[in-house]
């Protein structure tokens, strides 16, 4: 789950307002807030541009930076938040029918010799899931019985009680669009380099270790997989671990505890806020990607101090991602950097997203923003996307790699990384490096790019509102209403395409969304049946919102006063 904010405090340092094809006045709903550093010089500005805070720090960025959020239309917030006030009073009616046994209940509940005791179940707290969710809960946990790759199969299923249970039809449906898979290199495949080499290192080593690293499970594949992880990366050491989500949540408390503050950007994965939750230390959450939020809480933690002792904290540590996937959005990275050295804080860069799917090399966000590897002092990212594998890896100094071994609950007490999945890694990487004596990992990663631009500018241009940054494969399309999630995933499947759909409480009550994840796998024939399919549900349902943004006439013969008086 992810703690999202509202479009209305999306307006960020460096965000301009575009005047909309509408002709809406500007501090109306309607408009495009984007961020661009490298703008074009343009001879007019509105009144609302110059409120803007522009950063006054482009030099730090050595290519365009552009990410837009387009503000909900205030007509469709109005229907959003009633369709919610509408499901919410038939919840309770239903709740009603349920306690008096007129509708017969699923849900689970306490027995009746125990309704003195503490709770087990926080009936409020589930009201959501049973009034709400369970309504569109058949566009989740779909089985899929093939690879997950461009195209996949998926067991038909049946529910005859309303999605609280659900029946196998005996049927598959085949050849569906895979929109949904972090597949970004395509390296989720059951056939070539890949597949072959795990077939051969399950033959020689097996599935499964059976112990730890510390004990009997560390094995030359992890030895040559951690050398591997570290020269991709350009730091001096490396760690692997068998599960992505305990990366985060495991070694963030061996980082940091009583006495440390960790400053956190809202939107980070649950992973990253469980790990600083079990660390005790103090957490302090800044603006989404707000750089100016970020250097007023790095002031005052070095002017205040701890609280009540006002002593100095034994650490800072700043903790952010490289693509926020449920955003799109890139961290900004290089004002991150210059923050972090300005106020002699540490810096934790979470890669689950952007590594392989970010940079000329495919070497993440660091590599995107043409920066050294060793101002970041703790790098973390995950195998589960762009390798098509599984477990996570931190990089670093030799120092902190050493210490990790000792002091890490993921290193002391969890099984060692399966050797098959190691050999996948080993192999994909390879191919990203070039090591492979091939072009296929440079194809791949210039098929994404390609891939990536070609999708979100047909979005843009069929009237779609989507959010996060141009170069983002992470693709949000913005429904907004309760009863569009479910008509929505359920339309696509319909017609062959597989997408994910999000909403409350994973992202804002009136920002629900369909997802889509941008794969080098995806041919442009899929690319473009899937945007007619897309642009054809649109129409269905009318989510075809967006107000585009429209240059500003140019002034002419027109002074620029006449045109401020006008």
């Given amino acids: 789950?992810?703690?999202?904010?509202?479009?209305?405090?999306?307006?960020?340092?460096?965000?301009?307002?575009?005047?909309?094809?509408?002709?809406?006045?500007?501090?109306?709903?309607?408009?495009?807030?984007?961020?661009?550093?490298?703008?074009?010089?343009?001879?007019?500005?509105?009144?609302?541009?110059?409120?803007?805070?522009?950063?006054?720090?482009?030099?730090?960025?050595?290519?365009?930076?552009?990410?837009?959020?387009?503000?909900?239309?205030?007509?469709?917030?109005?229907?959003?938040?009633?369709?919610?006030?509408?499901?919410t009073i038939f919840g309770y009616l239903r709740d009603f029918l349920r306690h008096w046994n007129i509708e017969k209940c699923h849900v689970a509940r306490e027995r009746e010799e125990q309704k003195d005791f503490v709770p087990l179940y926080q009936d409020f707290e589930n009201f959501y899931t049973r009034n709400l969710y369970m309504r569109i809960r058949d566009n989740w946990n779909r089985p899929i019985c093939?690879?997950?790759?461009?195209?996949?199969?998926?067991?038909?299923?049946?529910?005859?009680?309303?999605?609280?249970?659900?029946?196998?039809t005996g049927k598959v449906v085949k050849d569906v669009i895979n929109m949904g898979s972090y597949n970004y290199l395509g390296?989720?495949?059951?056939?070539?380099?890949?597949?072959?080499?795990?077939?051969?290192?399950?033959?020689?080593?097996?599935?499964?270790?059976?112990?730890?690293?510390?004990?009997?499970?560390?094995?030359?594949?992890h030895e040559d997989l951690e050398q591997l992880v570290a020269r991709f990366l350009g730091v001096e050491s490396s760690m692997v671990f068998g599960m992505g989500f305990?990366?985060?949540s495991m070694n963030i408390p061996a980082l940091t505890g009583k006495g440390c503050l960790i400053l956190s950007d809202e939107l980070n994965h649950a992973s990253l806020v469980l790990g600083a939750r079990l660390s005790g230390s103090t957490i302090r959450v800044f603006k989404h990607n707000n750089m100016q939020s970020l250097e007023k809480l790095l002031r005052?933690?070095?002017?205040?101090?701890?609280?009540?002792?006002?002593?100095?904290?034994?650490?800072?540590?700043?903790?952010v991602e490289g693509i926020y996937s449920m955003e799109g959005s890139i961290v900004r990275l290089p004002e991150v950097i210059a923050l972090k050295k300005r106020y002699k804080a540490y810096l934790y860069l979470d890669e689950a997203h952007s590594i392989g799917a970010l940079g000329p090399n495919g070497k993440g966000v660091v590599d995107y923003f043409g920066l050294d590897p060793k101002d970041v002092d703790i790098m973390m990212g995950t195998?589960?996307?762009?390798?098509?594998?599984?477990?996570?890896y931190i990089g670093g100094k030799k120092e902190l790699i050493d210490y990790l071994r000792c002091h890490s609950h993921s290193a002391l007490y969890a099984t060692s990384m399966s050797p098959p999945v190691a050999q996948q890694i080993i192999t994909s990487m390879r191919i990203i490096i070039g090591e492979d004596g091939t072009s296929l990992g440079a194809n791949r990663l210039r098929q994404l790019s390609e891939n990536t631009t070609y999708f979100r500018r047909k979005l843009r241009d069929m009237g779609f509102i989507i959010y996060g940054n141009d170069d983002s494969p992470v693709v949000p399309m913005m429904l907004y209403m309760p009863a569009k999630i479910g008509a929505f995933g359920r339309e696509m499947l319909k017609r062959n395409i597989g997408t994910v759909v999000v909403g409350f409480p994973a992202t804002p009550i009136i920002e629900s969304r369909a997802r889509f994840c941008i794969s080098a796998a995806h041919?442009?024939?899929?690319?473009?049946?899937?945007?007619?399919?897309i642009s054809e549900v649109g129409d269905l349902l009318q989510l075809k919102y967006s107000r585009r943004e429209q240059p500003l006439p140019s002034l002419g013969w027109m002074s620029e006063e006449s045109l401020l008086q006008d």
């Fill in 1 to 87: 789950m992810k703690m999202t904010q509202s479009s209305a405090t999306k307006l960020l340092n460096g965000d301009i307002c575009h005047q909309t094809s509408n002709g809406k006045n500007a501090s109306k709903n309607g408009f495009v807030k984007k961020r661009c550093l490298f703008q074009q010089p343009q001879n007019y500005q509105s009144p609302r541009e110059k409120n803007q805070n522009v950063p006054h720090n482009s030099s730090l960025y050595k290519k365009p930076f552009a990410e837009s959020f387009e503000e909900t239309p205030l007509l469709v917030a109005v229907l959003t938040y009633m369709g919610y006030g509408i499901l």
């Fill in 146 to 168: 093939s690879v997950p790759g461009a195209k996949m199969d998926l067991v038909e299923t049946v529910t005859h009680n309303y999605n609280w249970t659900f029946e196998h």
């Fill in 187 to 221: 390296f989720a495949e059951n056939t070539g380099a890949c597949a072959d080499a795990a077939v051969e290192a399950t033959q020689l080593y097996g599935v499964g270790v059976g112990s730890t690293r510390c004990e009997m499970g560390n094995l030359d594949i």
């Fill in 246 to 248: 305990a990366t985060n």
């Fill in 300 to 319: 005052d933690a070095i002017v205040h101090g701890q609280p009540r002792t006002h002593r100095p904290w034994k650490k800072i540590l700043i903790v």
């Fill in 383 to 392: 195998f589960t996307k762009s390798f098509g594998a599984a477990g996570g």
């Fill in 523 to 533: 041919t442009r024939e899929m690319l473009d049946t899937a945007l007619e399919v």
